[in-house]
């Protein structure tokens, strides 16, 4: 069955110092890969997805994340991280079939340091 | 004004009671999904509809009860509400076809079973 895992549960990072979130999928497949991000009281946004072709995505906000097929990853990074990027981070994977659902890991929560 | 949108956005209730959570969607996609996220525990698929006529479970579909008015509305009904179904819940649409992976969510519903 397909699963996400986010092994880091909470990060604090620095202002200014770059970012790499975790994620690794299990799927058969060539997998469709998402990040969402969650601010607090909000609903989940789109950060960037990886369909097929060019393994390095850029996304909205100044993320970028990269496919390895190798190590079964999809690690979300940002250079230098702003106050604005606190919040919750998920990873998805697309679950297969004609289903169109997303299997999530169950997240990494970004605080940012002054 | 928001694509996806969900009423209330906070409720409180009682054991037993029976409670209806709405979604309308303005993005015209024929995919609605309904979530549910615990904290620790990602987002989960309750219910997923991919037209009107076309309404499926997920993976934790029990105690729970979907209505797919028209193309734009998504109702998510708990007949019985008990503690444990005290979470948020977020409803999402895509399209039908090769993007049909790609999610939007509304804000989100947080609901709190007394």
């Known amino acids: 069955a397909q699963s996400v895992t986010q092994p880091d549960i909470h990060i604090t990072v620095s202002e200014g110092a770059s970012l790499e979130l975790r994620c690794n999928y299990s799927y058969g497949a060539t997998p469709y890969l998402f990040w969402y991000v969650q601010s607090p009281g909000q609903g989940l946004q789109l950060l960037l997805k990886?369909?097929?072709?060019?393994?390095l995505v850029q996304g909205i906000k100044g993320f970028e994340a990269e496919f390895k097929r190798s190590q079964s990853s999809f690690n979300l990074r940002k250079p230098s991280v702003h106050w604005s990027d606190a919040a919750e981070y998920f990873c998805a994977v697309g679950a297969g079939g004609s289903q169109g659902n997303l299997i999530f890991g169950k997240g990494t929560k970004l605080s940012v340091k002054p | 004004d928001a694509d996806v949108t969900q009423t209330p956005r906070n409720r409180i209730t009682k054991t037993g009671k029976r409670i209806m959570l709405e979604c309308s969607q303005t993005k015209g996609h024929d995919r609605m999904y309904w979530y549910r996220q615990d904290p620790g525990l990602g987002l989960r698929l309750i219910y997923y509809s991919f037209d009107v006529k076309d309404i499926n479970k997920g993976e934790i579909s029990d105690g729970y009860s979907v209505s797919r008015q028209a193309q734009a509305k998504f109702s998510l009904s708990l007949e019985s509400a008990i503690p444990n179904q005290t979470a948020l819940y977020f409803c999402?649409?895509?399209?039908?076809?090769?993007?049909?992976?790609?999610?939007?969510f509304g804000p989100g519903t947080r609901l709190t079973v007394t």
């Open positions: 990886y369909f097929s072709g060019d393994t």
């Open positions: 999402a649409t895509s399209e039908t076809g090769t993007s049909f992976y790609e999610q939007y």
